[in-house]
T-cell receptor, first 111, second 111 residues
Framework: NAGVTQTPKFRVLKTGQSMTLLCAQDMNHEYMYWYRQDPGMGLRLIHYSVGEGTTAKGEVPDGYNVSRLKKQNFLLGLESAAPSQTSVYFC??????????FGSGTRLTVV | SQQGEEDPQALSIQEGENATMNCSYKTSINNLQWYRQNSGRGLVHLILIRSNEREKHSGRLRVTLDTSKKSSSLLITASRAADTASYFCATVLNTGNQFYFGTGTSLTVIP
């Protein structure tokens, strides 16, 4: 089925470890986004991309890096995980800003 | 922050009643969208209303937009237990490629 696929779905990291979250979409969407969702905070934009090879910072980019080497993939990296990065991470994509398609989320715990 | 604010934060109604939730935002927008999130899942796009529209319908959903007051409302008529979820508004600005989400309204429909 067409959509946005996030891997992994769950992960536990130790403080200081690194990891990469993968987002893949098969809808040929130009725009891709990474959000984090924390209780009572709604969704906050981390980074986004408006096309292959482009990235831009969102509201809360510190501690994260991203890459968009292929149009269908958008990677979110944590170089040195901190407990404050414990959250649920959502990837989304859209073709023309007329409605996001969301992935099912990655639940990350940093201990 | 450009983030929208939903009101109320939580709403509990009986099945068959109507549910109304509101969203206020801060700056001029290109469009406003409503999303639903079931517990533990990603967000699902419900409806989009453009800045030059005042009202839009989709099935049991009715959305209004008042750009002079910078506010929108989502009405769910004849609610069902399956409507239990969190509802978020997202604003898309004229100047960027970003969506800004509010903190959400948690709706509980009691059978």
């Amino acid at each position: 089925n067409a959509g946005v696929t996030q891997t992994p779905k769950f992960r536990v990291l130790k403080t200081g470890q690194s990891m990469t979250l993968l987002c893949a979409q098969d809808m040929n969407h130009e725009y891709m986004y990474w959000y984090r969702q924390d209780p009572g905070m709604g969704l906050r934009l981390i980074h986004y991309s408006v096309g292959e090879g482009t990235t831009a910072k969102g509201e809360v980019p510190d501690g994260y890096n991203v890459s968009r080497l292929k149009k269908q993939n958008f990677l979110l990296g944590l170089e040195s995980a901190a407990p404050s990065q414990t959250s649920v991470y959502f990837c989304a994509s859209t073709g023309r800003l007329y409605g996001y398609t969301f992935g099912s989320g990655t639940r990350l715990t940093v201990v | 922050s450009q983030q929208g604010e939903e009101d109320p934060q939580a709403l509990s109604i009986q099945e068959g009643e109507n549910a109304t939730m509101n969203c206020s935002y801060k700056t001029s927008i290109n469009n406003l969208q409503w999303y639903r999130q079931n517990s533990g899942r990603g967000l699902v796009h419900l409806i989009l209303i453009r800045s030059n529209e005042r009202e839009k319908h989709s099935g049991r959903l009715r959305v209004t937009l008042d750009t002079s007051k910078k506010s929108s409302s989502l009405l769910i008529t004849a609610s069902r237990a399956a409507d239990t979820a969190s509802y978020f508004c997202a604003t898309v600005l004229n100047t960027g490629n970003q969506f800004y989400f509010g903190t959400g309204t948690s709706l509980t429909v009691i059978p």
